[in-house]
Nanobody, 117 residues
Framework: QVQLEESGGGLVQVGGSLRLSCAASRNIFSDYNMGWFRQAPGKQREWVASIFSSGALRYGDDFVKGRFTISRDNAKNTVYLQITSLKPEDTAVYFC??????????WGQGTQVTVSS
C-alpha cells in the first residue's frame, strides 16, 4: 500500500508560480512511475506529466508548453510539479499518482490551485 499526499496549492495571481509537492509514504520511486494530473471544475481529469522509475520525463498536451516541470527527490520520497506563468485556465485540483506498468494505482487527495486574474 502507498499513501500519497499533495501540498503546495493555493491562490495565486496570473503570471505567478507554484511548486506542488507529493509525498509518498515510503520509498517507491525505484519501482513506481509517478504522475501529475489535474481536474478543472466541470471537466475531465487530464494528465499533466510523468516521471518514470527510470527517471525519464513525459509531459502532456500543448497546455504544458514548457511551463510545467516534474521532478523528484528520492531522499525525501517526494515528487514535485513546478508551474510557472500561471493562467486562469490552470485552475484545478492537482493530483499525484503512482503506478506500475502504465497504470496508476495509488492516488492522493489532491491540492487546489486557483489562479486569479
Amino acid at each position: 500500500q502507498v499513501q500519497l499526499e499533495e501540498s503546495g496549492g493555493g491562490l495565486v495571481q496570473v503570471g505567478g508560480s507554484l511548486r506542488l509537492s507529493c509525498a509518498a509514504s515510503r520509498n517507491i520511486f525505484s519501482d513506481y512511475n509517478m504522475g501529475w494530473f489535474r481536474q478543472a471544475p466541470g471537466k475531465q481529469r487530464e494528465w499533466v506529466a510523468s516521471i518514470f522509475s527510470s527517471g525519464a520525463l513525459r509531459y502532456g498536451d500543448d497546455f504544458v508548453k514548457g511551463r510545467f516541470t516534474i521532478s523528484r527527490d528520492n531522499a525525501k520520497n517526494t515528487v514535485y510539479l513546478q508551474i510557472t506563468s500561471l493562467k486562469p485556465e490552470d485552475t484545478a485540483v492537482y493530483f499525484c499518482a503512482a503506478g506500475l506498468y502504465g497504470d496508476f494505482t495509488y492516488w492522493g487527495q489532491g491540492t487546489q490551485v486557483t489562479v486569479s486574474s
